[in-house]
Nanobody, 124 residues
């Protein structure tokens, strides 16, 4: 089992940047494909980005391509989401998630463990 804790959320003006971190407990972090999701009030939880176990391949929602970068450090048991050129529509709670699958998917039901979330607010 792995426990996930997100950090790095906050308030930022449109066009600004934030870097989210997801710290994982346990020795098996590198066994999981990882993903970032976000959920705005009253909306469903949506895929943002995913990364394979080794970090060799990354995947992005169309809405964040070219603005967000996902990465992971399997020595530090940590995953990151660098968010640049933020827009008001990026405002949401951001969750990290771990999947037993080798390749991350955009389906939230394919993920086995979730963090508690961190709020990101982008003002116009």
């Amino acid at each position: 089992q792995v426990q996930l804790v997100e950090s790095g959320g906050g308030w930022v003006q449109a066009g600004g940047s934030l870097r989210l971190s997801c710290a994982a407990s346990g020795p098996t972090f590198s066994s999981y494909a990882m993903g970032w999701f976000h959920q705005a009030p009253g909306k469903e939880r949506l895929f943002v980005a995913g990364i394979r176990r080794s970090g060799g391949s990354t995947y992005y929602a169309d809405s964040v391509k070219g603005r967000f970068t996902i990465s992971r450090d399997n020595v530090k048991n940590t995953m990151y989401l660098q968010m640049n050129s933020l827009k008001p529509e990026d405002t949401a709670v951001y969750y990290c998630a771990a999947s037993f699958r080798a390749i991350p998917t955009a389906n939230k039901y394919d993920y086995n463990y979730w963090g508690q979330g961190t709020q990101v607010t982008v003002s116009s």
